[in-house]
């Protein structure tokens, strides 16, 4: 393969990962859209949805060890195609979660809830920004904005911590809001494990540029 032909292939697979990341945003932003307008058919479109970020994520994986097999690429290119495996792994899973929130709210459709969900989605609304932001990052390259978004996730925490406060209080209050409200806790949590994955992308990034690996926000 020929330098310009190996670029080209880089420049697919990176273009195929933007894609990835896109897809997982929406359905982050869409899975608690359908819990809190508790719209089925959303979070069917969330589950459904989630097939195509698990092919894509194949397509990244077949492709990096494709390349690594016939190119045996070193320095500054093995680092970003290794970093793209890694990246496409917590994405997938970031899309899993999403998928799990939107599984909540078909569960929890028909149920009125037991109090106004007004942290969750603004847990959620900071998280997609975390990721947004975490994509932007990575097509700059700019290790410094990774540095500060892996900071934003003790915002996260502290949102789960309210979160968590207040559904525990209510569940407290009456036993027949345990239910309901121990599937809101998974939904923060899974809010919460999404912002860590965020977490992981940053430092993938950092390792791109300075072949570091360095645990972030710990």
């Not at 920004?129 to 410094?144: F, H, K, P, T």
């Not at 911590?161 to 599937?183: A, C, E, R, Y």
Request: one cysteine or more; hydrophobic letters at 40%.
């Amino acid at each position: 393969m020929k330098r310009q032909s190996f670029d080209d292939h880089l420049e697919h697979l990176h273009r195929t990962l933007l894609s990835m990341a896109t897809l997982v945003e929406e359905n982050v932003f869409k899975s608690v859209k359908s819990l809190v307008d508790q719209n089925d058919v959303l979070a069917h479109h969330v589950i459904k949805q989630d097939e195509v970020i698990n092919s894509l994520e194949l397509e990244i994986e077949m492709g990096c060890f494709r390349t690594i097999a016939l190119q045996q690429p070193v320095g500054s290119d093995l680092r970003k195609i290794g970093s793209m495996l890694k990246i496409s792994a917590d994405l997938e899973r970031m899309g899993d979660y999403a998928t799990s929130i939107s599984k909540t709210a078909i569960r929890l459709r028909s149920e009125e809830y037991v109090k106004p969900l007004i942290d969750i989605p603004k847990m959620a609304t900071y998280v997609s920004e975390m990721v947004r932001d975490a994509l932007n990052a990575y097509v700059a390259s700019d290790q410094e904005e990774a540095l500060k978004i892996a900071k934003r996730d003790d915002v996260v925490d502290k949102y789960y911590s309210t979160i968590f406060d207040d559904l525990i209080m209510v569940m407290q209050q009456d036993s027949k809001n345990i239910h309901q409200g121990s599937h809101l806790l998974l939904v923060a949590q899974y809010l919460e494990r999404i912002a860590d994955h965020v977490t992981n992308i940053c430092e993938w990034i950092v390792y791109m540029k300075t072949g570091e690996i360095k645990a972030l926000n710990i």
